[in-house]
């Protein structure tokens, strides 16, 4: 598998989260996290989460706080803009 679409979670006492393969951060404050990865769009949802370490160049990224949950969902990318003349003469 290739080294760019790898991606690992790890959960260490429910208090830190090291993430690798992150693209991107879509949205973050204390309670919610989410972000663009290789496998798609990860959210971690806790309290007090605070993202301490990111680094997009290695795909690195560490949140620490009270985690709760980790859902994955699918990326589509970002929506493409669509002038207003084009959907009125769809």
């Not at 959960?11 to 972000?35: A, P, R, Y």
């Not at 993202?51 to 620490?64: A, S």
Request: charged content about 30%; hydrophobic content about 40%; cysteine-free.
């Amino acid at each position: 598998m290739d080294e760019k679409t790898m991606q690992s979670l790890v959960l260490e006492n429910k208090e830190i989260l090291n993430v690798t393969g992150v693209e991107g951060v879509d949205s973050f404050n204390e309670e919610t996290v989410v972000l663009i990865t290789t496998k798609g769009k990860l959210t971690v949802k806790g309290e007090m989460l605070n993202i301490n370490k990111l680094n997009v160049d290695e795909g690195k990224l560490m949140v620490k706080g009270i985690i709760n949950s980790l859902v994955f969902s699918d990326y589509e990318g970002p929506k493409e803009k669509v002038s207003l003349v084009k959907k009125l003469f769809k």
